[in-house]
C-alpha cells in the first residue's frame, strides 16, 4: 500500500463529525498524493452481476407475522419510486446495507470482525420472528438464509428501490472481493419505516438491476482484498483522467475511500441514473442506522455518494460524508458544523460535476435567505473566502449563543486543519440558525 496519511489532522477533524469515521490510525494505508490509486482496465477479470445460474425460486423463509409475499417483488417493480420521499428511500436502503453489514464474513486484516449487534438488526426487521428467520440466531460465519447461498461476502451492492404494492423492493448483489455471488436477491421492505420483511432469492444477478456497478465492484473489491498492483497503479483506470488528476484542498483522507484506512468491506446503493451516469451512495464498512449516544457526530447510513460515467465505465468521482445526518437540536454545533463541512466537500468538488448550491440551498429558513447569503459572502459563497478551505467549524469550539429563537455561532476556516489556531484562519464569519430546525437565518462575513 502507499505512504500513510499524516493521521493528527484527522483526529481533530472528528470534533467537526462528519469525518467522524477517519479516526487516527497506526495501520498501513494510500495516500492521495500523486492521485487516487486505482486498479487494472476494465478489460481485466473483474466479474460485473450476471454470472452462474441459480434456481429462481423463492427460498427463504418469511416469517409468520409478515405481511408480504416473496410475490411482491414482482411486475409491480416496474411502478417506480415516485410515492417515496427521499427520507425513505435513504431509510430503506441503509436498513438493508446495516442488515447485510452484520453480516460480512470475508476475513479482515485491518479490524477485528464485529460482534453481531442485536440492538441494530432489531431496529432494522419488522419483528424477532422475521430476524431470526432471515438473519439467524447463529454467530458471524453462520449460513444465513437472506445470504442466499452466498457462502463469503465483503461488498454489498444495492438496486434501485422499487414499488411492490403495499411494500418496496430492492435487489441485492454480495461480493466476494470483485465477485458477485451466484443469486440475486430480493429484499421487500417497508417504505414507511424502511424495516425488512421478507427476502427471495432468485436466479443469476442481472446486469441491467446495477447499471454502473462494474468499476466499483472492480476498484472496492480490490481494495477488500488488499490486492497492491491493483491499488498502486498508477494508470488510474478505473477512474476518470478528471478525477484521477482532481486534488482535494485538504488532504488528511484518501479520495477513493473517503478514508485513512484501506477498507477491508464496502457497500453501494443505486440512488439515480442517467444517459450518462450512475450514482451512488457508499459506505467504506458497515452501515448502522441507529445514532450513536456516545458519539453524535458518528454518521448513520451510507453517508458519501459516487458518480460513474456509463460510456468510460470509470468512477468520476467520490464525494465523501455528503449525506449528513438530520439536524439535532440537542447539539446545535455539531449539526452547523456537519452541515457547513458538507457544503464545503461539495464546493470543492465543483469542478467534478458537484452542485456546491444544491448541498446547502435545502438548509436554509427561506429561498430568499439563501441568495441573500449566496450573494454576499465571498468568491466560495457562505464561507467568505477566496478559495476553498481545507476545514470549517466553529471558532473556539464555541458552542453557540441563544437568543430567543435564534442562536449564533462564530465560524471560521482555514486552508488546511488548523482550528483554534489563531491568526491562521483563512476566513471568519457569524452563522444564525433557527433554534428549532437548526436551518440557517444568515450568514455574515466578518473577515
Not at 439535532?328 to 458538507?342: G, I, K, Q, W, Y
Amino acid at each position: 500500500m502507499r505512504s500513510r496519511i499524516a493521521t493528527a489532522a484527522v483526529a481533530a477533524s472528528l470534533v467537526a463529525g462528519l469525518v467522524a469515521g477517519l479516526a487516527a490510525c497506526s495501520t498501513t494505508s494510500k495516500a492521495p498524493a500523486g492521485g487516487a490509486p486505482a486498479g487494472p482496465s476494465a478489460s481485466s477479470s473483474t466479474t460485473a452481476p450476471g454470472g452462474g445460474a441459480t434456481s429462481s425460486a423463492p427460498v427463504v423463509p418469511v416469517a409468520a407475522s409478515s405481511s408480504a409475499t416473496t410475490a411482491e417483488s414482482g411486475a409491480s417493480g416496474a411502478q417506480g419510486t415516485s410515492a417515496f420521499t427521499p427520507a425513505q428511500l435513504e431509510t430503506m436502503r441503509a436498513k438493508v446495507a446495516a442488515v447485510y453489514g452484520q453480516g460480512y464474513t470475508t476475513a479482515t486484516s485491518h479490524y477485528e470482525q464485529p460482534d453481531i449487534n442485536r440492538q441494530e438488526l432489531a431496529a432494522d426487521f419488522t419483528d424477532k420472528a422475521t430476524m431470526d428467520a432471515l438473519f439467524g440466531t447463529g454467530a458471524i460465519g453462520s449460513n444465513r438464509p437472506m445470504d442466499c447461498g452466498t457462502a463469503k461476502y465483503n461488498g454489498i451492492v444495492l438496486g434501485a428501490v422499487q414499488a411492490s404494492g403495499i411494500a418496496a423492493t430492492i435487489p441485492v448483489a454480495l461480493y466476494e472481493n470483485s465477485k458477485a455471488g451466484a443469486a440475486e436477491i430480493t429484499v421487500i421492505v417497508d417504505p414507511a419505516s424502511g424495516v425488512i420483511k421478507s427476502v427471495a432469492c432468485g436466479g443469476a444477478p442481472k446486469p441491467a438491476d446495477f447499471p454502473g456497478v462494474a468499476p466499483l465492484a472492480g476498484y472496492y473489491g480490490a481494495m477488500a482484498s488488499g490486492n497492491t498492483a491493483v491499488l498502486n497503479d498508477k494508470s488510474d483506470p478505473y477512474f476518470t483522467r478528471a478525477f484521477a488528476t482532481w486534488k482535494p484542498t485538504a488532504t488528511d483522507y484518501d479520495v477513493a475511500t473517503c478514508s485513512q484506512y484501506v477498507p477491508d468491506r464496502w457497500a453501494v446503493a443505486l440512488t439515480g441514473t442517467s444517459p450518462a451516469a450512475s450514482t451512488w451512495d457508499f459506505g467504506p464498512g458497515a452501515v448502522s442506522t441507529l445514532p450513536n449516544r456516545s458519539d453524535p457526530a458518528a454518521p448513520t447510513g451510507l453517508y458519501a455518494s459516487l458518480a460513474v460515467d456509463l460510456g468510460a465505465a470509470k468512477i468520476a468521482r467520490v464525494s465523501c460524508y455528503t449525506n449528513p445526518l438530520p439536524a439535532d437540536p440537542a447539539h446545535p454545533a455539531t449539526s452547523v458544523n456537519r452541515l457547513m463541512e458538507t457544503y464545503r466537500l461539495a464546493a470543492d468538488q465543483k469542478s467534478l460535476g458537484v452542485d456546491p448550491q444544491a448541498a446547502i440551498r435545502s438548509a436554509f429558513v427561506s429561498d430568499a435567505a439563501f441568495t441573500t447569503a449566496w450573494n454576499s459572502t465571498g468568491t466560495v459563497p457562505l464561507l467568505c473566502s477566496s478559495t476553498v478551505p481545507g476545514s470549517v467549524e466553529t471558532a473556539d469550539n464555541s458552542t453557540g449563543t441563544t437568543s430567543g429563537s435564534k442562536i449564533t455561532f462564530s465560524m471560521a476556516t482555514w486552508r488546511q486543519w488548523h482550528p483554534d489556531n489563531p491568526g491562521q484562519e483563512l476566513s471568519k464569519f457569524t452563522l444564525v440558525v433557527d433554534a428549532s430546525t437548526l436551518k440557517i437565518v444568515s450568514i455574515t462575513c466578518t473577515k
